[in-house]
């Protein structure tokens, strides 16, 4: 009877798993992004298809579309804490919220459109050993972001504060990315995280990027 409950408790454990793993999907998008909560310029900048992060049958957590092209750094080398050669402020994309959203701070974010920001978590007190990588994409609002220009680092804290409604930045965090298909989601070891990786067109050639899209910070 002992076994029978161990073997029923592993199959029952396995099939919590598969119900994980399943949580979030991809599903490709064949449409631009919305043109009319961009501006002319912005929008000419982004690629013409991108994909939707799914939960279960029908509920679309994002939508995202990459820029057709990033203005990776010239030199190789990078700071201590940063993994990806990409400009701080560049336009690394847009992202749709259809709902309510959040950031990694657990900050809600309002449904709308934003565009996608790369940065780099500050040196100082505050910040030093949050988390493992200084990488992020910081939320601007579409609507106040009207050039694909980079946006330099003071400007773009405070533009991206704006998304939340706060005094803080709106932001996701970049992991390494690993090998594999993309688009693609996965959850990260350890954490109650999920990563979307998706790649784009850079200076060097196809860069993939990973992105947690869902999850709070410890």
């Known amino acids: 009877m002992t076994k029978w409950f161990l073997a029923l408790a592993v199959v029952l454990s396995m099939g919590s798993s ?26 000419a900048q ?9 939960q279960g049958a029908k509920k679309t957590i ?3 579309w990459p820029a057709k092209k990033w203005s990776t750094k010239a030199d190789a080398k990078l700071a201590e804490g940063v ?15 259809p709902r ?20 780099n978590q500050p ?14 994409l910081l939320l601007v609002p579409a609507r106040t972001d009207q050039s694909p220009k980079p946006i330099t680092e003071a400007d773009l804290f405070k533009e991206s504060a704006q998304s939340a409604e706060s005094s803080h930045p709106a932001i996701l965090p970049l992991v390494k990315a690993e090998d594999g298909e993309s688009p693609a989601v996965h959850q990260l070891d350890g954490h109650e995280w999920w990563a979307v990786r998706f790649v784009g067109n850079a200076r060097s050639g196809k860069l993939p990027l990973e992105m947690i899209f869902a999850g709070k910070a410890d």
């Open 83 to 97: 993994i990806y050669p990409l400009e701080i402020g560049e336009l690394v994309g847009v992202l749709r919220y």
């Open 18 to 43: 598969v119900l994980v793993a399943q949580e979030y999907r991809i599903e490709p998008l064949a449409t631009p992004a919305p043109a009319a909560d961009l501006a002319a310029d912005v929008a």
């Open 46 to 54: 982004i690629a013409p298809t991108g994909f939707k992060v799914m």
């Open 100 to 119: 309510k959203g959040a950031d990694f701070r657990g900050q809600e974010i309002p449904a709308g459109v934003y565009t996608l920001r790369y940065g």
């Open 123 to 136: 040196v100082d007190g505050n910040h030093v050993g949050t988390f493992e990588t200084r990488d992020f």
């Open 62 to 64: 994002c939508e995202i």
